[in-house]
């Protein structure tokens, strides 16, 4: 049972401060909090992953995925991101909620320290969906995230990719299930952004690593 209910979780992560200056070669996009508690109430209330559990939140940005985790009862939350002026806004938004359980790595997602494998339970993300210039980038995060947890792996990839992910995943030996869809809501961050919003059907994705 979730130790917050869904609309609460929502309310409480509107409240969490996003990127003042996003980076377009990093693709941030903030995780909207509507999405953001669904993934996480899911997480627990279908699969028990959370509650007591140790979580790694991949490309944490701002820390709404690491906060909402630390709401939900997670044991222990690594927020892992390359980026210092981002983890700046996530240790703010760890202050303001007064929350202890969540430490910050600034580090490369695709460059993690053997050290850290099979060190978390469960690992939850919102890769950077690839662009032309950054083909396949999000496979590669869901690879990282695999390494980490022994468990369960979440994510979120585009809908129009799910074919590939599927095929990728059987050939990894790894169990992937949709557990979503969804439509993700992207306003316009970007000066090359024409329209105000945009949305994109994405799926959320439960994986289990081949040695589970």
């Known amino acids: 049972m979730a130790k917050v209910r869904l609309k609460q979780l929502e309310s409480y992560l509107e409240s969490v401060d996003d990127f003042e ?7 941030q996009y903030a995780t909207r909090p509507h999405i953001a508690a669904c993934m996480l109430h899911t997480m627990e209330t279908q699969f028990g992953d959370i509650d007591g559990r140790r979580v790694a939140d991949i490309g944490c940005g701002s820390g709404r995925l690491s906060i909402g985790s630390a709401m939900l009862g997670a044991g222990y939350v690594l927020g892992i991101d390359i980026d210092e002026d981002a983890l700046d806004i996530c240790y703010n938004n760890l202050t303001d909620f007064e929350i202890s359980t969540v430490d910050m790595l600034r580090m490369d997602a695709l460059a993690l320290p053997p050290s850290l494998c099979k060190c978390f339970d469960t690992v939850v993300m919102n890769p950077p969906f690839g662009t032309k210039h950054n083909k ?13 947890s022994t468990t369960a792996v979440y994510s979120l990839h585009k809908t129009s990719t799910r074919e ?39 799926d959320f994705y439960r994986f289990e690593p081949a040695n589970k």
């Open 21 to 27: 200056s996003p980076k377009i070669l990093l693709e």
């Open 136 to 148: 396949g980038i999000d496979m590669k995060f869901l690879r990282a995230g695999l390494e980490l």
């Open 164 to 202: 590939h992910i599927l095929k990728v995943c059987n050939d990894w030996g790894v169990k992937a299930q949709v557990v979503a869809e969804l439509r993700y809501d992207i306003p316009a961050t970007y000066k090359h952004h024409k329209k105000r919003s945009v949305d994109i059907e994405v």
